[in-house]
C-alpha cells in the first residue's frame, strides 16, 4: 500500500501498453490496479516506435495513439490507475517524443494524466 503521508497519489489514464503487465513491472515494478473508464473527445490511431527500450519492454512495434478529435461521439476507452509521483517519473521516461502528458476529465468525471499525440 502506498503511504498517503509520502507519496501523493496520481491518476494515471492509459489506453495502450501500459496496460500491459511486462511493460508496469519493468516500468513500475509492481502491477497496477486499473479500473475501466474512457477518454471522451479522442481517436485512437497508430504510431511505429523504434525506441530500443520501449520495444523491448512492450514486445510491440506499433503502440496506439490519441489525439483529439472533431467529433464529440469519439470516445477512447481504457483503464485509470492510481500511482506516484516516482511511478508517474518512471511512465515519462517510458514513453518516446511522439507523446506528451496532459491532463484530461474522463468520462466518469475524474481528472487524470494521460499521453496523447505530441
Given at each position: 500500500?502506498?503511504?498517503p503521508?509520502?507519496?501523493r ?38 504510431v ?71
Amino acid at each position: 500500500m502506498m503511504s498517503p503521508a509520502s507519496d501523493r497519489c496520481e491518476l494515471l489514464f492509459s489506453y495502450g501498453t501500459l496496460q500491459l503487465e511486462r511493460v508496469q513491472l519493468e516500468s513500475f515494478g509492481r502491477l497496477l490496479d486499473g479500473e475501466d473508464d474512457a477518454m471522451p473527445g479522442y481517436r485512437r490511431t497508430m504510431v511505429e516506435i523504434t525506441d530500443p527500450d520501449v520495444l523491448r519492454k512492450s514486445g510491440e512495434r506499433f503502440h496506439p495513439i490519441v489525439a483529439p478529435s472533431d467529433n464529440p461521439a469519439d470516445e477512447v476507452a481504457g483503464k485509470v490507475f492510481r500511482i506516484t509521483a516516482a511511478e508517474l517519473a518512471a511512465a515519462d521516461r517510458y514513453e518516446v517524443s511522439d507523446y506528451k502528458r496532459v491532463t484530461v476529465r474522463l468520462r466518469s468525471g475524474r481528472k487524470a494524466w494521460v499521453y496523447i499525440q505530441a
